[in-house]
């Protein structure tokens, strides 16, 4: 796999900025409405918008088959997933790189009377013995951290032979990384690859964005050995970021943003590109046995 788009190294100094990013903006609290003091309320519209914008996700993940099922969610935002393995009845476990999102999260689990272990942890060193989950899942996640590779051998070790791995993973082309990159890149005379802008200006610093067969070979390489690059489900969406129907996050409040919402023919972007070049990539796979 070629990796020249962007930089891929283990690398410390990048994963605190990734943290610092997160800790200041936990990803979804800009739904939270702030001067409601009821958490219970003032999250299940959080949640609400979340799954009504990331249409596809609450399918993907599968929350009502987890019952009874050991689930390991690594990277939490403001905790929508975790809360929904806990209702439906998961043993389920969530490990964050931010203080904030843990205590967040805790704080909503609490107020409803659920129960989930959760803990401030690093994707490339998680704090558990080999082969202890049915499910790894993480949604939109692993393209933050520096040494995706390093955090992907770690979903297989810690999960159980049959388990299954479930990802978002950020796609490459996507009709978002051109936008992003029309944005920041010939039009400030900036000539980096549409990959590199999005490493540089999309959420927390370094984010990377892969195509299908970068992922099946990450995945095959890192899984050892047994898995087959064919049994890997990889299926790209139209996300909300290529449709632009996402709630502005502090770094898009320009005017810019605002005049490229409302002119933007997204029926057709809908109807004439599609699924093919949406931002958004699910990756299913089982631990071979
Ligand atoms: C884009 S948010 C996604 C949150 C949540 N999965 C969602 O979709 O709402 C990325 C989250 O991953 C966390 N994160 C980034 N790198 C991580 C790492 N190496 N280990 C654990 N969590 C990480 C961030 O702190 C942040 O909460």
Known sequence: MSFDAFPVRPDEELKRRVKAHWEK???????ADSSNADIVAAFTDVDRQL???D???????????????????VGLGVGSDLLSWARAGADVCGVDLTETSVNLIRRRLDAEG??????VGDAENLPFGDAQFDIFYSWGVLHHTPDTEKALRQAWRVLKPGGTLKLMLYHYPSVFAYLVWMLYGP??????????IVFDHVESPGTKSFTEQEVREMLVRTAGDGLAAESIKLRPHLASSDLLTFEL??????????II???YPRALVKRLIGDRFGFFMTVEASKPR
């Open 25 to 31: 903006d936990p990803c979804g609290i800009r739904y």
């Open 51 to 53: 799954y009504q914008q």
């Open 55 to 73: 249409y596809m996700r609450a399918a993907f993940a599968g929350f009502e088959q987890a019952r009874g099922k050991k689930v390991l969610e």
């Open 114 to 119: 659920l129960h989930a272990r959760v803990m």
């Open 187 to 196: 039009l400030r005379g900036n000539l980096a690859s549409p990959r590199r």
């Open 249 to 258: 996050s502090e770094k898009y409040r320009e005017r810019k943003w605002q």
């Open 261 to 263: 919402r409302s002119i």
